[in-house]
Nanobody
């Protein structure tokens, strides 16, 4: 069982940066792919990024490629999302997720463990 807790959300102006963190409990963190998803009001949950179990491979949604960076520290059971050049359309609740799937998986149904989410608001 993996329990996930996110932090680091907040309000930022367009063009600014935020760093989200997700701490996982349990001794199986290095066995799971980690991902970030987001959900804006009235919209479906959207894939943002995923990272392989070792951290050597990553994948990103086209909308965030070149602006966001996902990373993980298996010694500390954490995964982070560095978000730069933020835009108002990045406003959403961001959630981390874990699953025993390849890092190329990007559907919410592929991941079975979820955090409660953290709000990111980007003002114009």
């Amino acid at each position: 069982q993996v329990q996930l807790v996110e932090s680091g959300g907040g309000l930022v102006q367009a063009g600014g940066s935020l760093r989200l963190s997700c701490v996982a409990s349990g001794r199986t963190f290095s066995d799971v792919t980690m991902a970030w998803f987001r959900q804006a009001p009235g919209k479906e949950r959207e894939f943002v990024a995923a990272i392989s179990r070792s951290g050597s491979s990553t994948t990103y949604a086209d909308s965030v490629k070149g602006r966001f960076t996902i990373s993980r520290d298996n010694a500390k059971n954490t995964v982070a999302l560095q978000m730069n050049s933020l835009k108002p359309e990045d406003t959403a609740v961001y959630s981390c997720a874990a699953g025993r799937v390849p890092y190329t998986k990007s559907r919410p149904d592929d991941y079975i463990h979820w955090g409660q989410g953290t709000q990111v608001t980007v003002s114009s």
